[in-house]
């Protein structure tokens, strides 16, 4: 077996996390794996949904979109459209849900954090990408909120990062790209907390079904994946 990228099954492309990339968020990064690139912000605003009112509890939500040329054919907005599709509420809901793990929403106070999630350029693993720069976005906003004393203390964080593995011509691969992503027998998607925790594990076999065998030989892969993904997120936050 030979990945079109030539790396190993194991390998994962080239991860970077620029913080501090846009000037008006709270927390904001421009994350690449290889060749996906997305821009993560996050915005602090006062007040809760109406269902937390007077709980004094905090929450973060998601939204996530890809811009029209993204991908290698021009799309149209959605906006445009006047509705989002069903893959996009999907990915959203995802990482609003893995964002919620990250930090106790008590500690929020009646705050929201407004996670957007935004595709520049589309190569495989969007929401896997989204989900790890949105992170490291998400702690520089409390850093903000603890600076402006929103909070009274730097909450305890959670690190969350996620990666995508499945089975390319036979054998488990690591961080899937495009060509490999809309080839691959089985797609799986790994979001994991920093204590080794599974918050959500998304597989579907696309041909033949996989084994119990080969679906933890992913996950071990997966494991390799975010460990490195853990990494790099607190070698970024410990940069200025």
Same mark, same amino acid.
């Given at each position: 077996?030979?990945?079109?990228?030539?790396?190993?099954?194991?390998?994962?492309?080239?991860?970077?996390?620029? #913080?501090?990339?846009?000037?008006?968020?709270?927390?904001?990064?421009?994350?690449?794996?290889?060749?996906?690139?997305?821009?993560?912000?996050?915005?602090?605003?006062?007040?809760?949904?109406?269902?937390?009112?007077?709980?004094?509890?905090?929450?973060?939500?998601?939204?996530?979109?890809?811009?029209?040329?993204?991908?290698?054919?021009?799309?149209?907005?959605?906006?445009?459209?006047?509705?989002?599709?069903?893959?996009?509420?999907?990915?959203?809901?995802?990482?609003? #849900?893995?964002?919620?793990?990250?930090?106790?929403?008590?500690?929020?106070?009646?705050?929201?954090?407004?996670?957007?999630?935004?595709?520049?350029?589309?190569?495989?693993?969007? #929401?896997?990408?989204?989900?790890?720069?949105?992170?490291?976005?998400?702690?520089?906003?409390?850093?903000?909120?603890?600076? #402006?004393?929103?909070?009274?203390?730097?909450?305890?964080?959670?690190? =969350?990062?996620?990666?995508?593995?499945? =089975?390319?011509?036979?054998?488990?691969?690591?961080? *899937?790209?495009?060509?490999?992503?809309?080839?691959?027998?089985?797609?799986?998607?790994?979001?994991?907390?920093?204590?080794?925790?599974? =918050?959500?594990?998304?597989?579907?076999?696309?041909?033949?079904?996989?084994?119990?065998?080969?679906?933890?030989?992913?996950?071990?892969?997966?494991?390799?994946?975010?460990?490195?993904?853990?990494? *790099?997120?607190?070698?970024?936050?410990?940069?200025?």
């Amino acid at each position: 077996m030979k990945r079109p990228s030539g790396r190993e099954a194991h390998q994962m492309r080239q991860v970077t996390l620029t #913080r501090h990339y846009t000037k008006h968020a709270e927390g904001s990064v421009l994350v690449e794996f290889g060749d996906t690139k997305v821009i993560c912000t996050v915005s602090v605003e006062a007040g809760v949904p109406r269902f937390l009112r007077g709980s004094g509890q905090g929450w973060i939500t998601a939204e996530y979109g890809m811009l029209p040329r993204s991908t290698g054919g021009r799309m149209q907005r959605e906006a445009s459209r006047g509705k989002q599709g069903g893959r996009t509420l999907e990915i959203q809901r995802l990482i609003g #849900r893995s964002l919620r793990a990250a930090v106790d929403l008590k500690s929020l106070g009646e705050n929201t954090l407004y996670i957007d999630c935004d595709v520049i350029q589309a190569d495989g693993g969007t #929401r896997t990408a989204s989900i790890t720069g949105a992170c490291v976005a998400l702690v520089d906003a409390l850093r903000v909120m603890k600076q #402006r004393g929103a909070l009274k203390k730097m909450p305890a964080v959670q690190m =969350i990062a996620a990666v995508s593995v499945g =089975i390319y011509q036979g054998e488990p691969v690591l961080d *899937l790209d495009y060509l490999e992503d809309s080839a691959a027998d089985t797609d799986l998607n790994v979001v994991v907390t920093d204590k080794g925790g599974f =918050i959500e594990v998304q597989g579907t076999a696309e041909a033949a079904p996989f084994s119990a065998e080969e679906l933890n030989a992913m996950l071990a892969l997966a494991k390799q994946g975010v460990d490195q993904l853990f990494a *790099l997120q607190l070698a970024a936050l410990e940069t200025e």
